[in-house]
T-cell receptor, first 114, second 111 residues
């Protein structure tokens, strides 16, 4: 069966510090991968998605970047965090072929930038 | 641009009551519609997915309907239980475009 791992679960970082959140999927090959952010009162916002290694689509201009160094690994990064980067970050995957079919989410990372 | 609205934002009901959560979307040219459940501080769990050619999907006590022409979907929960307390999110896909999520309905089922 397929599983998705996301870590860390909680992170407190000072403004201006770097960020690296990692997500890995097991039990499937060539998945579509996604990073979402959920901010209080703002709903779920798609940040990046990837349909293959090295293929990253950015949905919104921001202080963040994403990379997919391996087929089942998706990394969210920032060189310098802003206060506005605080939020709940969710990684998700779906079966390759239909990019926006059924999504499976990780357990999330609560990021607080102070 | 697709927009998804969920009403009400929060709902509190006594245990055992049947309830309906509403979702509306502005662009009826959708590929599918999905309902998710989110417990506090957790990720999202997919509950039901309705393809654009379908009118409803059922899973246990949950039934989701879709009316594309009017841009509406409802999630019906029968005989609600305290364990159903969570935030329920609706999301629509227009095919090769990202899912657009509503802000969710926070449900509390009181024992």
């Amino acid at each position: 069966s397929q599983t998705i791992h996301q870590w860390p679960a909680t992170l407190v970082q000072p403004v201006g510090s770097p960020l690296s959140l990692e997500c890995t999927v097991e039990g499937t090959s060539n998945p579509n991968l996604y990073w979402y952010r959920q901010a209080a009162g703002r709903g779920l916002q798609l940040l990046f998605y990837s349909v293959g290694i090295g293929q990253i689509s950015s949905e919104v201009p921001q202080n963040l970047s994403a990379s997919r160094p391996q087929d089942r690994q998706f990394i969210l990064s920032s060189k310098k965090l802003l206060l506005s980067d605080s939020g709940f970050y969710l990684c998700a995957w779906s079966v390759q072929g239909s990019p926006f079919e059924k999504l499976f989410f990780g357990s999330g990372t609560q990021l607080s930038v102070l | 641009k697709q927009e998804v609205t969920q009403i009400p934002a929060a709902l509190s009901v006594p245990e055992g009551e049947n309830l309906v959560l509403n979702c509306s979307f502005t662009d009826s040219a959708i590929y599918n519609l999905q309902w998710f459940r989110q417990d506090p501080g957790k990720g999202l769990t997919s509950l039901l997915l309705i393809q654009s050619s379908q009118r409803e999907q059922t899973s246990g006590r949950l039934n989701a309907s879709l009316d594309k022409s009017s841009g509406r979907s409802t999630l019906y929960i029968a005989a609600s239980q305290p364990g159903d307390s969570a935030t329920y999110l609706c999301a629509v896909s227009s095919g090769n475009t990202p899912l657009v999520f509503g802000k969710g309905t926070r449900l509390s089922v009181i024992a």
